[in-house]
T-cell receptor
Framework: GNSVTQMEGPVTLSEEAFLTINCTYTATGYPSLFWYVQYPGEGLQLLLKATKADDKGSNKGFEATYRKETTSFHLEKGSVQVSDSAVYFCALLLNAGNMLTFGGGTRLMVKP | DTAVSQTPKYLVTQMGNDKSIKCEQNLGHDTMYWYKQDSKKFLKIMFSYNNKELIINETVPNRFSPKSPDKAHLNLHINSLELGDSAVYFC????????????FGEGSWLTVV
């Protein structure tokens, strides 16, 4: 079946530190890949996406590259801010079924 | 304008009650979904509708019944609420094609006491 695995949190960083949140997937077919973010007490917001191999999604200083050979979609940011504190979800979408399969979420805490 | 809106945002109710959560999208999407987020933040699909027809019905108690009066609306009815139903319920919509983004509502925080 289809699944997404992401690193368990919480990830605690100081402001301006480099961020990596690992995400790997298993899928039958060629999925689109997404990162969603959930700020405290809020809903899910799309952060970035990539629809095919070697695509790079980017938004708000975050980046992730679709790596088919390693079935990965790691999220990175060069310099995190306190306002980036949130839960980050990696997800995949396949044409069949058209539903998102989510990873377990990674909580990021950024300290001043 | 909010693309996917759901109401109520917060709901506290007693065990055994019946409640509904409403969802509407103004994106013209054909496909709508309900997801459940548990206390550990894990997200799981509950239902998927395409043009008012049920496409996906994951292992969900039959106390949960989705109703889609038209393709812009997908409401969730829950009968005989139990403590374990306490969770955040997210409505979402998408164009139903691979690569298209799925947009989420702000969530409905349900607490059963």
């Amino acid at each position: 079946g289809n699944s997404v695995t992401q690193m368990e949190g919480p990830v605690t960083l100081s402001e301006e530190a480099f961020l990596t949140i690992n995400c790997t997937y298993t899928a039958t077919g060629y999925p689109s890949l997404f990162w969603y973010v959930q700020y405290p007490g809020e809903g899910l917001q799309l952060l970035l996406k990539a629809t095919k191999a070697d695509d790079k999604g980017s938004n708000k200083g975050f980046e992730a590259t679709y790596r088919k050979e390693t079935t990965s979609f790691h999220l990175e940011k060069g310099s995190v801010q306190v306002s980036d504190s949130a839960v980050y979800f990696c997800a995949l979408l396949l044409n069949a079924g058209n539903m998102l399969t989510f990873g377990g979420g990674t909580r990021l805490m950024v300290k001043p | 304008d909010t693309a996917v809106s759901q109401t109520p945002k917060y709901l506290v109710t007693q065990m055994g009650n019946d409640k509904s959560i409403k969802c509407e999208q103004n994106l013209g999407h054909d496909t709508m979904y309900w997801y459940k987020q548990d206390s550990k933040k894990f997200l799981k699909i509950m239902f998927s509708y395409n043009n008012k027809e049920l496409i996906i019905n994951e292992t969900v108690p039959n106390r949960f019944s989705p109703k889609s009066p038209d393709k812009a609306h997908l409401n969730l009815h829950i009968n005989s609420l139990e403590l374990g139903d306490s969770a955040v319920y997210f409505c979402a919509s998408g164009a139903g094609r691979s690569g298209n983004t799925i947009y989420f509502g702000e969530g409905s925080w349900l607490t059963v006491v």
